[in-house]
């Protein structure tokens, strides 16, 4: 018999001996967590997407095209690009080293520990010709571009947990992120406006584009099939007129429609007419008059241009546009202007009958607004919102730095032309030059320096702005602080820098809409607050356009007809990804979406599930009605039960707001619900699915939860050899928690522990657990609780910031000097080679790497000393920390002698009082007392806490959870079972109180989880029986030992004596205004004046009694003798008078530069704030000047 | 007098369950304050030993040295016989020797192919103690293999030098002989020590009652039975449970003795008798500020950041001085 393949299948139990043998035994078929795989799905089938057969980069070389340049003889030479090639991550050509193939291949461990970047080779091949010659091709190397860990063009992408564990990876590696400079690397999902749906807008903003405008528009963002998208807009302008407006490389232009639709399909005035009015014969064409009115207006307007044929109109839109698409001057202007339709208008559609059909229903549609027919529809809700993918913008920016690569040859050929005397395109000498002194001086051909720039920064460097909103932000990194926020990376989905400046708080409101998509709770409390949400976790997101080509004809055999009635109720649209099928009735269209619905579900009709079919029935002033389906990327999507066929359905934010889906079984109303959820914690993330009891917390508590649940100390992964990341935190205690919720196993947490079961009292015991401390049992510190430690990299560069590479360049080495003497003192901490010894123990000031000045000797080959001087590199921080591993970084050609080590350091953390932790309710508290056990309460049976919180925790938060999890708990560790605490278990009829109750009643403790406790300290039983159980607890990151600031004296600032500020170089903390206000209002001011000036800028200086000023004077220099001891003797510049002979000898003194003075002696010594001094020479310098009146 | 109370009213132990590692008993005509101090005496102050220093000679296992070295603290270590220790501190040698610490030597390699676990039972005596049962790791689990310290891959090897001390649980959980000690008076709740809470109607459904323990206490009181203001606890309830280090019986009987001691200590310094600053040898709370009492203390300087000195530099002016010269205050012209 076969061996059964991995299960895959999870319970809430602890499981082990399974997880064990998992550990040990990574599968070598399967993954055992598929649904860990699934919530990075969107990222890494997007980055597929790209580079698939017929894929985005294939579409993005169509669009691109053809380019052509001329010379001024009428030549034209053509450029396409006909592939585009991407390598998998291997060496370089230049490293003669390694020989053999396998062994070639650069892994992504490999990326990490060099802190180099996971990279494959993109080359182009490129087409040219001159004039009407044939296509010669050649290949263009295009640089190394960052691949996405566990795409297609990763190593890994199929691998097996067990080949993962070889390839020093997680077994349960996902990928989905980038390697850059050894920095995980993820491009955020941003939110963007949905796809080929044509949004009514209403905002005053509209009224500045110009004179006559109004605040109604009607705006598409109209999605190419290479996913690069371009906004339209239809602005209402307040005749009646509508003006089609668009961007072009960051310019806004406006267009008259009428001309747009004239340039799409030969038409006439009153096609147009009975199009958006509707036809003649229909019913209800009376009371339209106010369509009426402004069509003819519109129609009118335009007789002005003069334009009549098709032919006419394209080729003046082609004269007015030809410069802003960078047109040669050899296309004429009737094909720019086919060039301007394809381009720009919808270009969604490939069609132009298509175009002119949307166009007029814009039209349409933009009209019903203004009259008040239908409502606007709102941009901030998900219903009209879609994910844009970090794949599909990577693949954006690609194509981008394509077509900008292409076009820059247009400076390089005119340089050549100029050199050359215009030399024609056909010439022998254009033949030759082409390549290296034309193609070779193209901008931006290496394609990798700018994708690798891009993801480092999140800078997006673009001449069109690729239709976003922002131009920063777009990747973060993938911090593996715990699994939590590892995972939450890839989950986050942004609503854009643009709206995070907005003062209004409405694109931050959580709507219905985003039931089932986005977590409600999982979103940052603060700036980012609702702008920054996280994906529900069932929740997925298209990434490909599922097969619709059948359903355009199953709507026409459904019934729509070309022709739009007067009433809106009689033609109520159809569209399939922003093109119009056809119109029907209000009654048909309910048909039609009802009939494609069973369809979907059943299968078989070519209706494909995923498919969205967003019905918006006719209503009086809302949504603009209609059938929308939808099929292309970028959608959001969420399984559900169909009801009629008791199915899997799909259904989408689009839709979803007119459908009746009933939550759970109970609700569902006859005759009404068409769906019921498979469950309704769905709707919460992974992260606050985790968080037990949830739905007993008031909301904020969990919305607290998700945030600390992220910075907790946990278990940055299994492969922290293999790691080495700036700055990692890990608990060496974790636990598996004894109540966790029912995705806990399958997501696989418990490889990832982040805390400790922790017994805990909620009892106010000694004052030391006021205000959200708690106190900690010294004992359970002793015995580990809570215990961590923070691995720090560094990083020993020799040749830092240097570019210059090869081996004669080297100018240092790593070890001693050869010829120098190394003393015990060197060697103390440092091997022989001059590296740090593994274990070594480091504190401030000691050497962690030995280095020398060296110089190639070209007749030896060798490198010399010359100097015999050893410098070393210095671990520079306070703390003490253990080296754990040195890496050696060789160069990537295996040749050159080492110049990069990369440290990894070890640094214990015991919890210290003033550590944070937290429960997973949104309860944080500091350590405030590690108290000695024998002091502590204990139960009967001698129990003591482990953790002490204070119950004035409660009352105002309202964490419900956090009890229930506590009697959970309690009974979970009597009876040795995991407890599922999935929320929503519970209701008013069967409360967790009983459910728990019962079970701790039956293993003989009290129903409510209460015991009697026993004072530690005097032995008496506390007259209150105290609630106690068992709490998950998480130490949190933040801990005193990186926050403390103290200072007794430092460095101060040089400029006003005053000492600087920060931590980190040991500055003091601000008095500022506030605390100088409670300091007088207190009444201490010698306090005051401790802190404020003798603390601070405390200066002794000199002053002139007689003029008042600080800056006239100046000591004395003796001529003849030297500076006798004692005091300084000093004098007024300004009162003295020069000496002449009539001066007496003894008061006669010079200045440092020989003049003589006598008198200017009245000087007093002050002590003044050192910025006076500074305010006075600021004064000065402007002609102000200070007189200080001095009493004494 | 009370009719349960057959043996009078000297103090009286009643055992109700022995055996090697726990002890259940009853202590009668004992007052609380005693019970509480025998209590947290044997939590806190019976001296065992327990693996302090570590040499880590060799370590190429997963776990930090330093995570390994406070996994080896924490395996209870047999204590019988501690009393022929002396405390380390007390004692003259210049670090440890053979009157103060058990030395106990760690080393394994694993050579296989199978991951090799290594237990307490590897701990080998090294240094000759007192006696031949103290520092010998606490083996109970049938397979006599003990707590397992690490696993070692093939390759991975691990050498320690373990050098076990005597020392009390006030210090260290690891130095504790028991982890709990169960405490019980007043079951049946007569003294009305405390006010017990309850939500529905009957508190007898929300609490369990022990019947058997409330019957050893004299059962539940009568219907009528007057509230008895002076009435003081009088039976304890008491359950040592060892770690292994000690036997339950020796725990309380050291414990006894111990509180015997320091109140003799206390009954001496009144008496104010010929050695009144000599040292009893008996258990001492840590030394939280580093040295002795009364000693020439520097403050508190933090372990193991070089000593001395703040962070901010080497420690030597002492008070707090400005570096506009001695002192801001007085002295000058102004």
């Known amino acids: 018999m076969a061996p059964s393949k991995t299960d895959q299948q999870w319970s809430v139990d602890f499981e082990n001996a399974r997880k064990h043998h998992l550990f040990s035994n990574p599968p070598k078929d399967r993954t055992a967590y598929p649904e860990l795989l699934e919530l990075v799905e969107p990222h890494i089938a997007s980055f597929n997407a790209i580079f698939k057969d017929g894929g985005q980069l294939e579409e993005a070389i169509k669009d691109i095209g053809e380019k052509s340049f001329s010379d001024r003889h009428g030549n034209r030479l053509s450029l396409r690009i006909e592939k585009i090639f991407y390598d998998k991550s291997m060496l370089p050509p230049t490293n003669k080293v390694v020989l053999k193939p396998e062994n070639r291949k650069v892994l992504p461990a490999e990326a990490r520990e060099r802190h180099s970047t996971y990279r494959g080779k993109m080359s182009a091949r490129l087409n040219f010709k001159v004039n009407n010659g044939d296509w010669q091709s050649l290949d263009r190397d295009l640089g190394y571009v960052p691949i996405m860990l566990r795409s297609s063009r990763c190593h890994l992408e199929s691998s097996t947990p067990a080949q993962l564990v070889n390839y020093k990876e997680e077994s349960e590696e996902f990928g989905g992120y980038f390697i850059v400079n050894g920095i995980e690397k993820i491009i955020r999902m941003l939110q963007v406006q949905r796809r080929n749906y044509p949004m009514s807008i209403r905002r005053m903003a509209f009224k500045n584009r110009g004179p006559g405008y109004s605040e109604f528009a009607v705006l598409v963002r109209s999605v190419r099939p290479d996913q690069s998208s371009q906004t339209n807009a239809l602005h209402y302008l307040n005749d009646g007129n509508v003006n089609f407006r668009f961007s072009w490389r960051k310019a806004e232009y406006l267009v008259p429609t009428m001309m747009i639709l004239n340039a799409l399909v030969e038409t006439n005035d009153r096609e147009v007419f009975q199009a958006i009015v509707g036809t003649a014969q229909s019913e209800g064409l009376g009371q339209r008059q106010f369509v009426i009115d402004r069509v003819e207006l519109l129609l009118r307007a335009y007789k002005v241009y003069g334009l009549h044929s098709r032919a006419m109109t394209r080729a003046y839109l082609g004269s007015k546009f030809r410069s802003v698409l960078q047109l040669d001057e050899l296309t004429s202007d009737e094909d720019a202007g086919t060039y301007f339709l394809r381009k720009i208008v919808l270009p969604h559609l490939g069609a132009d009958n298509d175009k002119y059909r949307m166009l007029l229903f814009m039209i349409r549609k933009l009209y019903s607004l203004v009259e008040g027919e239908s409502c606007e529809d709102n941009p901030d809700t998900l219903q009209h919102q879609e994910a844009l993918l970090g794949g599909q913008l990577y693949g954006m920016i690609i194509k981008e730095k394509l077509e900008e690569w292409l076009n820059s040859l247009r400076y390089p050929l005119n340089e050549w032309g100029r050199k050359q005397d215009w030399k024609p395109f056909t010439s022998q000498q254009f033949q030759t030059d082409f390549v290296p002194k034309i193609l070779a001086r193209a901008q931006g051909e290496d394609l990798g320096k700018a994708m690798s720039y891009f993801l480092s920064t999140g800078n997006l ?159 009086n002033g809302g949504q603009y009605p209609g059938v929308y389906l939808f099929s292309q990327p970028s959608r959001f999507f969420r399984p559900v039960k169909y009801l009629p066929l008791d199915q899997l359905d799909y259904v989408g934010p689009f839709e979803q707001p007119y459908m009746s889906i009933a939550v759970t079984d109970p609700e569902i109303v006859s005759g009404d619900s068409t769906h019921v959820e498979y469950d309704a914690r769905a709707m919460l993330s992974v992260v606050a699915n985790q968080t037990p009891f949830s739905d007993q917390n008031q909301s904020p508590r969990n919305m607290y939860q998700c945030q600390m649940g992220k910075q907790t100390m946990g278990t940055p992964g299994t492969n922290l050899n293999y790691r080495t990341d700036n700055k990692s935190y890990r608990i060496q205690t974790g636990q598996s928690p004894i109540v966790r919720s029912s995705s806990y196993g399958s997501y696989g947490l418990d490889n990832f522990p982040q805390g400790a079961n922790a017994v805990v009292a909620v009892i106010s015991y000694t004052g030391y657990d006021m205000d959200d401390a708690m106190i900690i049992n010294k004992s359970a510190l002793e015995r580990s609780f809570g215990y961590g430690s923070i691995y720090k990299t560094k990083v020993c560069d020799l040749e830092e910031g240097k570019a210059g590479r090869g081996k004669k360049n080297i100018q240092k080495l790593f070890g001693f000097s050869p010829i120098g003497t190394v003393t015990a003192a060197m060697r103390e901490k440092l091997d022989e080679d001059g590296l740090p010894r593994v274990g070594t123990m480091l504190q401030n000031g000691d050497y962690i790497a030995a280095w020398h000045t060296v110089s190639y000797d070209n007749a030896t080959g060798e490198f010399d000393n010359k100097d015999g001087n050893t410098q070393f590199f210095k671990y520079k921080d306070d703390e003490l920390a253990f080296v754990e591993e040195v890496r050696v970084i060789g160069s990537e050609t295996g040749t050159d002698p080492l110049q990069k080590i990369s440290i990894k350091l070890r640094i214990p953390r015991t919890p210290v009082i003033g550590d944070k932790f937290s429960s997973r309710h949104g309860q944080k508290g500091v350590l405030s007392q590690k108290w000695p056990a024998t002091d502590l309460p204990f139960s009967e049976s001698g129990l003591q806490p482990d953790v002490i919180i204070n119950p004035h925790a409660f009352p105002s938060r309202m964490t419900i959870g956090m009890f229930v999890e506590s009697m959970a708990g309690k009974s979970g560790a009597l009876s040795g079972q995991a407890v599922d605490g999935s929320p ?209 | 007098m009370d009719p349960y109370d057959v043996e009078g009213s000297g103090i ?323």
């Open chain 1, 461 to 619: 460097v673009s001449p069109t702005g690729l239709d976003l909103q922002q131009t920063a932000g777009f990747c973060v990194v993938a911090e593996k602080l715990n699994f939590f926020r590892f995972i939450s990376h890839f989950r986050m989905i942004h609503r854009g820098a643009f709206f995070a400046q907005l003062k209004t708080t409405t694109v931050r409101k959580l709507t219905g809409h985003s039931w089932g998509y986005l977590c409600p709770s999982h979103t940052p409390d603060g700036a980012p607050c609702g702008l920054l949400s996280h994906l529900a976790h069932k929740c997925k997101i298209a990434t490909q356009s599922v097969d619709v080509s059948a359903v355009p004809k199953l709507v026409a055999g459904l019934g729509v007809s070309d022709q739009v009635s007067a009433l809106l109720e009689n033609s109520m649209v159809v569209q399939l990804d922003g093109r119009v099928l056809g119109y029907c009735s209000k009654k048909q269209s309910k048909v039609i979406s009802d009939t494609l619905r069973y369809w979907k579900v059943e299968g078989g009709h070519g209706v494909p599930v995923e498919m969205e079919i967003g019905y918006v029935p006719h209503s």
């Open chain 2, 12 to 334: 009286h132990v009643r055992f109700l369950e022995a055996n090697p590692t726990r002890a259940k008993f009853i202590i009668q005509n004992f007052n609380l304050e005693s019970a509480n101090s025998l209590r947290r005496y044997m939590l806190a102050e019976i001296p065992t030993v327990a693996i302090d220093i570590v040499e880590v000679l060799d370590n190429t296992s997963v776990l930090a040295d330093e995570f390994v070295c406070h996994r080896l603290g924490l395996i209870p270590l047999n204590s019988r016989g501690v009393d022929e220790l002396i405390y380390s501190r007390d004692c003259d040698c210049e670090n440890y020797c053979d009157m103060c610490s058990v030395t106990l030597e760690l080393n394994a390699k694993c050579e296989g192919d199978e991951i090799m676990k290594v237990y307490a039972r590897d701990l080998v005596l090294a240094s000759n103690p007192p006696n031949d049962q103290i520092g010998q790791p606490v083996i109970t689990d049938e397979d006599r293999q003990g707590s397992c310290i690490v696993k070692l891959r093939r390759g991975q090897a691990i050498h320690m030098r373990c050098i076990a001390k005597k020392g009390i649980a006030k210090e260290h959980a690891k130095w504790a002989p028991s982890a709990a000690i169960g405490f019980e008076y007043d079951p049946a709740n007569k003294l009305h020590h405390l006010d017990l809470w309850y939500e529905g109607d009957d508190p007898k459904q929300e609490w369990p009652v022990d019947e058997e323990r409330v019957n050893l206490d004299g059962g539940h009181p009568a219907e009528d039975e007057p509230f008895d203001y002076d009435a003081v606890p009088q039976r304890f309830f008491m359950d040592v449970e060892t770690v292994g280090g000690l036997d339950p019986d020796q725990i309380v009987n050291r414990g006894i003795k111990g509180l015997q001691q320091k109140l003799a200590e206390v009954i001496h310094e009144l008496d104010g008798g010929d050695n009144a600053n000599g040292d009893f040898g008996g258990a001492q709370s840590p030394t939280l500020n580093g040295g002795g009492f009364g000693g020439n203390d520097a403050g508190y300087t933090t372990p193991g950041y070089g000593g001395g000195g703040s962070v901010w530099g080497p420690g030597g002016t002492a008070g707090g001085t400005t570096p506009y010269g001695a002192t801001p205050y007085g002295g000058s012209a102004w």
């Open chain 1, 984 to 1192: 929503w278990q519970f209701d008013e009829k069967n409360t967790a109180i009983d459910h728990f109750g019962e079970q701790l009643r039956k293993q003989g403790y009290n129903y409510h989880g209460n015991e009697p406790m026993y004072s530690g300290i005097t032995g008496q039983e506390l007259s209150a029986d105290i609630y106690i159980g068992v709490v998950y607890y998480q130490r949190l990151r933040h801990m005193v030992n990186d926050k403390y600031q103290v200072r007794t004296t430092g460095p101060i600032n040089s400029l006003t004596g005053q000492p600087i500020k920060g931590r980190k170089k040991g500055g003091g903390i601000r008095v500022g205004e506030m605390e100088r206000d409670a300091l007088l209002a207190h009444g201490t001011a010698y306090l005051l004046q401790d802190r404020l000036f003798n603390c601070s800028d405390y200066t002794k200086t000199t002053l002139c009694r007689g003029c008042g000023s600080f800056l006239s004077t100046t000591p004395t220099i003796s001529e003849f003798t030297r500076k006798k001891r004692g005091a300084l003797t000093v004098r007024c510049r300004r009162c003295a008078k020069l000496a002449d002979n009539a001066a007496p000898k003894s008061e006669v003194w010079s200045d440092g530069q020989g003049i003589r003075y006598h008198g200017g002696d009245n000087i007093a010594v002050v002590a003044v704030p050192g910025v006076l001094k500074y305010l006075d020479v600021e004064l000065a310098s402007m002609n102000v000047r200070l007189r200080y009146n001095v009493d004494r």
